[in-house]
C-alpha cells in the first residue's frame, strides 16, 4: 500500500479473483459489520451481504461485482460511494497474477471524505449531490406509485410497508442535508 502511496491505516481489504475477501483490516471489517478482523477468506457471497458501498449508479451489490468482476480497463481511479451518511473515495488497485500470488488480488481502500473537504472538493460535491438527488427522486417515485396503488385498490404488495421504507430514506437524505447546514453555520 505504502509503494502505491496510499495510507495503510485507511480501511483496506484484498478481494480474490472470486470476490472472496482474503484479507482486511480492523477498520475495513468495522465497516463490513464485523467486531474485528475475521478469519479469512470469507466467500463472496457473504461479503456481499455486508458490503456497505453504494453510488447513484450502482446498488451495493452492483458496486461490489464492479470491484470484485471488473478489469483493470473499466474501472475508474477513483469510485465514489456512500455508505450511511457518509462519503467515500474507493481505490481499486489490481495486481496480477505472479509466483507470489496464483490469483489476480484486487486491494481496496476506502478513504472517507471529511465534511469539509465534500464541500469544498468540487468531485465529491459532485458525487455527494448525485447521490441526494438519486435519493430523493427514487423515493418520490416510489410514494407516488404506492399511492397510486393503494387508490387503484391493486392488492398484493405491502404497501405501508414499502412506504415506509421509501420513507426512511428521505430521512437520510434530510439528516445528511442538515449536517452539512450544521457544518456551513459553524463555519461562517
Not at 108 to 114: D, I, K, Q, T, Y
Request: proline share 5%.
Amino acid at each position: 500500500m505504502d509503494a502505491a502511496g496510499w495510507n495503510s491505516s485507511l480501511p483496506h481489504g484484498a478481494l480474490d479473483a472470486s470476490g472472496a475477501l482474503v484479507a482486511c483490516n480492523d477498520r475495513l471489517a468495522v465497516l463490513l459489520g464485523f467486531k474485528d478482523a475475521p478469519a479469512t477468506p470469507i466467500p463472496a457471497e457473504l461479503v456481499v451481504e455486508h458490503w456497505p458501498f453504494f453510488n447513484e449508479h450502482d446498488s451495493s451489490r452492483a458496486l461490489f461485482q464492479k470491484i470484485a468482476k471488473g478489469s483493470v480497463a473499466n474501472l475508474p481511479d477513483v469510485l465514489w460511494a456512500e455508505a450511511g451518511l457518509k462519503t467515500y473515495r474507493l481505490r481499486v488497485r489490481v495486481f496480477a497474477k505472479s509466483a507470489q500470488r496464483p490469483e489476480a488480488v484486487r486491494l481496496v481502500v476506502a478513504e472517507l471524505v471529511r465534511r469539509g473537504d465534500v464541500l469544498q472538493d468540487k468531485p465529491s460535491r459532485q458525487a455527494l449531490f448525485r447521490s441526494l438527488s438519486h435519493e430523493i427522486r427514487t423515493s418520490i417515485t416510489a410514494l407516488k406509485g404506492y399511492l397510486d396503488m393503494m387508490n387503484s385498490g391493486e392488492a398484493g404488495v405491502d404497501v405501508p410497508a414499502r412506504m415506509g421504507h421509501a420513507l426512511k430514506r428521505l430521512e437520510t437524505v434530510v439528516k445528511r442535508l442538515d449536517e452539512f447546514r450544521n457544518e456551513l453555520e459553524v463555519e461562517s
